[in-house]
């Protein structure tokens, strides 16, 4: 079946630098990729999305783009705050199969920015 | 504001007791979705629903029983809660399935533990 495999973390960086949380998936068909970010005691929310080859998906200076050859989404920032701190789960929805956008998650990767 | 609410956010209970953790949005979605989220597994479905009276079940329905009566709201209901229950639960909603690329409203979340 379809599934998502993310980067170990803990992920702990300092301040200003660059952060690459990679993530790659298998899927039978064509999914729709995404980036959810949990902040401390809340739910998810959607960082970014991308729906087929070669999107970028963009989003308070994250970005992820949909690599089809290497069936990866690497989340990347050029620069890290404080405020970035938090669990990033990566996720597809395959169109598909027969359970109306369930959403598949990666196992969650902890990002800890120090200043 | 549109959101998805949940109630309890904590609830510690024993074993055998019955218990029931409700969701509400008040986004008119039609579809909504139940996970639970365990260290090193990510979120897992539980249980999903695509309109009023259509529930089935999802990866990890084993223990659990929802019902959706209302559009806005989709109880979760665990009749005889085990240890292995105790987990991090989280209600989801999105409008209609088709375009998956609608992103899902989570809730805060429930963190139960069964003794």
């Known amino acids: 079946g379809d599934s998502v495999t993310q980067m170990e973390g803990p992920v702990t960086l300092s301040e200003e630098a660059f952060l690459t949380i990679n993530c790659t998936y298998t899927?039978?068909?064509?999914?729709?990729l995404f980036w959810y970010v949990q902040y401390p005691g809340e739910g998810l929310q959607l960082l970014l999305k991308a729906t087929k080859a070669d999107d970028k998906g963009s989003n308070k200076g994250f970005e992820a783009t949909y690599r089809k050859e290497t069936t990866s989404f690497h989340l990347e920032k050029g620069s890290v705050q404080v405020s970035d701190s938090a669990v990033y789960f990566c996720?597809?929805?395959?169109?598909?199969?027969?359970?109306?956008?369930?959403?598949?998650f990666g196992q969650g990767t902890e990002l800890s920015v120090k200043p | 504001e549109a959101q998805v609410t949940q109630n309890p956010r904590y609830l510690i209970t024993v074993t055998g007791k019955k218990l029931t953790v409700t969701c509400s949005q008040n986004m008119n979605h039609e579809y909504m979705s139940w996970y639970r989220q365990d260290p090193g597994l990510g979120l897992r479905q539980i249980y999903y629903?695509?309109?009023?009276?259509?529930?089935d079940k999802g990866d990890v329905p084993e223990g659990y029983k929802v019902s959706r009566k209302e559009k806005r709201n989709f109880p979760l209901i665990l009749e005889s809660p085990s240890p292995n229950q105790t987990s991090l639960y989280f209600c989801a909603s999105s409008p209609v399935r088709g375009t998956l690329l609608n992103e899902q409203y989570f809730g805060p979340g429930t963190r139960l533990t069964v003794t």
């Open positions: 629903s695509m309109n009023v009276e259509v529930t």
């Open positions: 899927a039978t068909g064509y999914p729709s």
């Open positions: 996720a597809l929805t395959d169109p598909w199969d027969n359970q109306g956008g369930k959403l598949i």
